[in-house]
């Protein structure tokens, strides 16, 4: 396939470096042809600064929100750089540290896509696996070893690998690895691989602890900043909901049914809400799965398999769990707790507006949750607009009260934790109107939203 250059930019923002191809960059041809196979027009801002440099072998901290494209600008110039080189047993070349499994295997996948070209061999040295397979590559030399802090500990006390030839660091997702704790095994790598290496360190935040991180383990590094810190990305539309806490299962069902859902991640705080929203959702009949700390890696792969390949469209996640996932074309973010880390909201929203397209952000804002909406904004510095009626998605019914007709239901207790077991959710067209207490349904066309204004937006704001 042939690389097409782009002589005029369509970007909005036309300076000379945004019509920047990734020819100008200083790769290879070998790998330009996997990038534009890859279908890849042009660099994004972190891979048109970072790649440059990180060919020049200079240490790096390249920080940019979630979603912008990190991943290519170490693993490009990587392939380039390891092309040259030996390998030798028991000794990789280069390392990648990311903090999850699933994230250590996108990198690989990276890794495998545009380094087909290249003679490169990898190793992926994450838990969950068994290790057989891993101590036999490594025996057998890698160039490119990604791997978790944890597993890579563990095979490192036991012998089994040495780092001392290790001439390339790089620490993905750095604040995420500060979340999980990894920080002094990080070190403890580090200490451990010579000192005239090369290390890059990619986060979308920079908290204090990862500063110092880098200060004490990175050598005189290019700081690359593609906005401002914490920022949010421009593709996505956030909106907070305020809502009664009981009410937060109700308001998330009516947007998911009216906001031109495609697929939609659902955050929520604790892993036993994931549990009992997911099983809520799948109650009512909606296409949803759970990914979430407790589930093995076998279970959280096919959960994520299930979400990609379109079985399931409603994914409900822990932090943990879904931190840094590329999982593409997600039309909309859930948050149906405020995270209680104001970074995670920036990266919880960064799952969708990935890579251009846009996307749509809800965070669900009860009582508890005023403080963390509170510290998310001061983060982000600007305030989260309020979800109103002129944001609403479908024609929202507003008629005056017919006479009460049906008989009065009795209040709920508690939500639907009581809700009992639901038959499998009807075609859209086929549903019979949904009723609510004190309004009424208008008649309205075939395919059109014939529900009344939902009861949040009366909510008002926290
Ligand atoms: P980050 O690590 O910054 O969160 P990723 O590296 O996971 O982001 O990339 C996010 C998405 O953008 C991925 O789906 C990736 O394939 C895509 N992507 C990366 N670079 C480009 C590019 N230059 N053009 C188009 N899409 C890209
Ligand atoms: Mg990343």
Redesign the pocket.
């Given at each position: 396939m042939l690389r097409t250059r782009r002589i005029v930019s369509t970007s909005v923002s036309g300076t000379d470096s945004n019509r920047m191809t990734?020819a100008d960059l200083g790769l290879s041809e070998d790998l330009l042809k996997a990038?534009s196979e890859?279908?890849?027009?042009?660099?994004?801002d972190?891979?048109r600064e970072a790649i440059p440099p990180v060919l020049m072998m200079k240490d790096i901290i390249g920080i940019?929100?979630?979603?912008?494209?990190?991943?290519?600008?170490f693993?490009l110039p990587m392939i380039d750089i390891m092309a040259s080189g030996r390998r030798r047993a028991l000794m990789p070349r280069s390392l990648i540290l990311a903090p999850t499994r699933e994230l250590a295997a996108?990198v690989a996948e990276?890794f495998e896509k545009y380094g087909k070209n290249h003679d490169l061999r990898l190793a992926l040295l994450i838990g969950g696996v068994q290790m057989g397979d891993q101590v036999k590559a490594l025996n057998e030399g890698v160039d490119v070893l990604i791997a978790t802090p944890g597993r890579l500990m563990d095979l490192f006390e036991r012998g089994k690998i040495l780092l001392n030839g290790c001439e390339l660091l790089v620490i993905?997702?750095a604040d995420r690895m500060l979340d999980m704790g990894f920080i002094p095994d990080i070190e403890f790598i580090c200490s451990k691989l010579p000192e005239s290496r090369q290390t890059m360190l990619?986060s979308?935040t920079m908290p204090p602890p990862i500063e110092k991180l880098a200060k004490k383990f990175l050598n005189n590094p290019k700081r690359i900043e593609v906005s401002r810190r914490a920022s949010t990305n421009q593709n996505i539309t956030a909106f907070k909901v305020p809502v009664k806490s009981r009410q937060k299962r109700e308001t998330l069902r009516w947007l998911i049914e009216n906001d031109h859902i495609e697929t939609a991640i659902v955050f929520a705080n604790r892993k036993t809400t994931v549990r009992e929203l997911n099983k809520s959702l799948q109650r009512h009949g909606f296409r949803s799965g759970e990914i979430h700390g407790d589930m093995d890696q076998s279970s959280r792969i096919k959960e994520l398999d299930r979400f990609k390949q379109g079985e399931i469209n409603i994914l409900v996640a822990s932090d943990v769990a879904a931190r840094?996932l590329?999982i593409?074309g997600v039309s909309h973010v859930f948050n149906f707790d405020t995270p209680w880390h104001p970074d995670d909201y920036v990266h919880r929203i960064?799952r969708t507006g990935?890579?251009?397209a846009k996307g749509r952000a809800f965070t669900f804002v009860a009582e508890e949750d005023a403080e963390a909406i509170g510290n998310v904004e001061k983060l982000t510095g600007a305030e989260v607009p309020v979800f109103g009626k002129k944001d609403v998605r479908v024609d929202l019914v507003e008629k005056p009260a017919e006479p009460e007709e049906k008989p009065k239901r009795t209040r709920r207790k508690r939500d639907e934790e009581t809700v009992e077991e639901r038959p499998a959710r009807k075609a859209k067209s086929e549903r019979a109107p949904r009723r609510r207490r004190d309004e009424d349904d208008a008649p309205v066309a075939p395919g059109e939203w014939n529900g009344p204004r939902p009861g949040f937006l009366d909510v008002s704001a926290t």
């Open positions: 990734f990038v890859a279908g890849y027009s042009e660099p994004t972190i891979q940019a929100q979630t979603g912008t494209g990190k991943t290519a600008s693993v996108q990276n993905d997702e990619f979308a840094g590329d593409k960064g990935r890579a251009g």
